[in-house]
């Protein structure tokens, strides 16, 4: 028995493949039918021999509660864009400085969401949403539903392999038509079906939209380039775009990207650009990445859609800051898959400086994600009727008198208590990147607000205590409810650089909630912190550190903290704590040359967690230039600067001696 369900197991993948991938399907959908029927049964009779990567498993329901939140084993980058060939050959010629005569491999960019999937000796383990690139979502009860991705790999390996889930056209329209019959509202694009699709916590619902998946990018990689990276992908049987080429130089670039801008729509899937990442990855690790994107690859965006609409007014929003912000209200239109009816206008100088009139009718443009810009009035449809705007003097929610902010381009509303602002800090506090509350989205927390359940954030903690009222409200029932509760009650056991962003403290966001967090690990030590020592601070600098200052005077602000921590919200650094090394703590480390020991990314890791900072060029900032075999000129300009080199020699001893 064990052999037969062996058997099967192996027909049907191989079944699967030939039909998904290679559209050469062997076995006539009856065959297939009842093969399965067949493997059903007898995994049932036989729950011992089922096997890891049996074709049932693909099908069968799975319903989760929640969506669990995961660490990425490595940090998921996105890529910077570009949006024309200058920029494409600026990137070549910055790498060309470094590397000269790189290769580069030329992909489509897809169009969907990034997914990391990980593999057990093998056999697929988990599947995970890029989130905010550090921590994502786990959606592997989805993931295993996508036809084309096989349950084991051919070698039995521990892998990371990152990749692109997409919908075709095909699936797409498919999926619309479906949704109209049913008088749903149909998905405005590919994408936003995709990602809808893997945000469900039922599993029929993606294995019926019929999702694909491209794998793209090894994070760990032993190979030497990025090319004999994707042969290695597919070796082990996962699917890969077959569309990639190595270009040699510019204008080998520039033709791959010509050629699909123009062929891009026979193609049976979205792209929305070109991905050109350099191939040996021992200059992809020396290039390194910013915070947010690897420096060794970009993304060229196709050329901006751009469409004609009419401007029917300007109306204008409060931010939580109380900056005054003008929107366009359009006539809707669509735009690059989805329809518009507002952009935002940024400020008033904008409005005067493209001389926009209400009433006018205006070029619209949207290039690939990028939010809708108004660029220009069309001025010879004009007819005399456009109105200049003039300028509001009240705040348009509370009606205070508006003052100018200190740039003197903004304007803003000085009343604390104005609504419109303490909506928005709420909107912010739960935000995904602050404190994360699932279930009080801007909708809601408008309501909440408004009906005065929510006044400011130490409410929302008290929310469980009316329960029964939210279960009455219209759109609420039981189980939302206990969902909201329990994610406004987990949100108190987030570490601290959550509650820092949320704070909302002007200037801190995430990234510098990060550092703060990191280096004073709870709040009463960085309240306690002068204002000349956050200054000291990297990436601080004296206007953060005055702002910073400033929050935590305020009484307003110290109540609202004393509130939280004794409702239970937790105030310390809960992440990596940093290690402290007088060699490295708060130094600034450039690395050059090939290192034997150690390979450069562990090393920058290591010096990381002891809260040094690594760099790619040597300047006169720099403490320590660690040099390997064969350095490049960055060792010459250490030389001249007299900046303290370290051989392997030392590096090693030191190492030895943590
Ligand atoms: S490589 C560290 N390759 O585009 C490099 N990304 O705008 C990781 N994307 O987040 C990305 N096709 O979701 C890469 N062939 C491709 C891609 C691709 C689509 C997506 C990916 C990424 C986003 C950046």
């Keep these: 028995m064990q052999e037969r369900i062996k058997e099967l197991v192996e027909i049907l993948n191989k079944a699967n493949i030939e039909y998904h991938m290679n559209d050469n399907p062997f076995l006539s959908d009856n065959e297939y039918d009842s093969l399965l029927d067949e493997l059903f049964k007898l995994e049932k009779q036989y729950p011992e021999y089922i096997l890891p990567d049996s074709p049932t498993h693909k099908i069968a329901t799975e319903v989760i509660s929640e969506f669990k939140k995961v660490t990425h084993p490595t940090p998921m980058f996105s890529l910077a864009d570009v949006f024309n060939e200058d920029e494409v050959k600026d990137f070549i010629k910055k790498i060309e400085k470094e590397f000269p005569n790189s290769e580069y491999v030329c992909e489509l960019k897809m169009d969907g969401l990034a997914v990391s999937l990980i593999y057990e000796k093998g056999i697929f383990k988990s599947a995970a949403t890029r989130g905010d690139g550090i921590i994502g979502e786990d959606i592997t009860h989805n993931v295993k539903t996508i036809k084309t991705l096989p349950l084991k790999l051919n070698k039995d390996v521990d892998l990371e392999v990152r990749g692109e889930i997409y919908m075709s056209k095909k699936s797409f329209e498919k999926v619309n038509d479906a949704r109209l019959k049913d008088g749903l509202k149909p998905f405005q694009n590919p994408r936003n079906a995709a990602a809808g699709s893997i945000r469900q916590l039922d599993s029929s619902i993606s294995r019926q939209r019929d999702l694909n998946i491209y794998l793209y990018h090894l994070p760990n990689s032993e190979l030497t380039t990025h090319y004999e990276n994707m042969q290695y992908i597919k070796q082990l049987g996962l699917p890969t775009n077959p569309n990639l080429t190595v270009a040699k130089n510019a204008n080998e670039v520039l033709d791959y990207i010509d050629y699909w801008t123009k062929k891009r729509n026979t193609l049976p899937y979205e792209i929305d650009g070109i991905v050109i990442k350099v191939n040996n ?135 604390v208590n104005c609504p419109a602002r303490n909506i928005e800090s709420l909107i912010h506090f739960t935000s995904r990147d602050a404190m994360n509350i699932e279930g009080l989205g801007e909708k809601i927390l408008e309501d909440f607000y408004n009906i005065g359940i929510i ?25 939302s409810v206990q969902n909201l509760l329990r994610s406004i009650e987990n949100s108190k056991h987030n570490s601290l650089e959550r509650l820092l962003n949320a704070l909302g403290i002007p200037g801190i966001g995430i990234k510098n909630a990060r550092i703060l967090a990191k280096r004073y690990e709870n709040i009463d030590s960085l309240m306690n912190a002068s204002v000349e020592e956050l200054n000291k601070i990297d990436d601080i600098g004296p206007i953060l550190a005055n702002n910073i200052s400033n929050f935590f005077d305020n009484p307003t602000n110290r109540i609202i903290i004393h509130t939280l921590k004794e ?5 310390t650094y809960l992440g990596q704590k940093s290690l402290h090394n007088e060699y490295f703590s708060h130094k600034k480390f450039v690395i050059t040359g090939t290192l034997s020991f150690i390979k450069r990314d562990q090393l920058k890791e290591l010096l990381e967690k002891y809260d040094a900072k690594t760099s790619n060029s040597v300047s006169k900032n720099t403490d320590v230039v660690i040099v390997g075999a064969d350095p490049g000129s960055k060792y010459e300009k250490a030389l001249e600067l007299n900046i303290e080199i370290w051989d392997e020699q030392k590096l090693k001893e030191i190492l030895d001696s943590l």
Aim: charge should be positive; hydrophobic fraction near 40%; include cysteine.
């Design 567 to 571: 409702i239970g919200v937790n105030m």
């Design 455 to 479: 006044k400011n954030i130490t409410d929302i903690y008290n929310l469980y205590s009316k329960k029964d009222e939210l279960i009455e409200l219209e759109g609420f029932g039981n189980k």
């Design 281 to 415: 990855l021992a200059h992809q690790a020396e290039l390194g990445s910013t915070v947010k994107y690897p420096k060794w690859a970009i993304a060229y965006k196709f050329p901006a859609v751009e469409v004609i609409t009419k401007l029917r007014n300007i109306t204008f929003t409060v931010g939580r800051t109380g900056q005054i912000t003008p929107n366009a209200v359009l006539d809707p239109i669509k735009l690059a898959g989805s329809t518009v009816k507002r952009a935002t206008l940024h400020n008033l100088d904008n409005i005067y400086h493209k001389d926009l009139r209400i009433g006018d009718y205006v070029y619209l443009r949207k290039a690939g994600d990028v939010i809708p810009e108004v660029v220009a009035p069309v001025i010879e449809r004009r007819n005399g009727t456009e109105k200049i705007l003039k300028m509001i003097e009240n705040c348009p929610i509370c009606h205070t008198k508006l003052i100018k902010s200190e740039s003197q381009i903004d304007f803003l509303c000085p009343n």
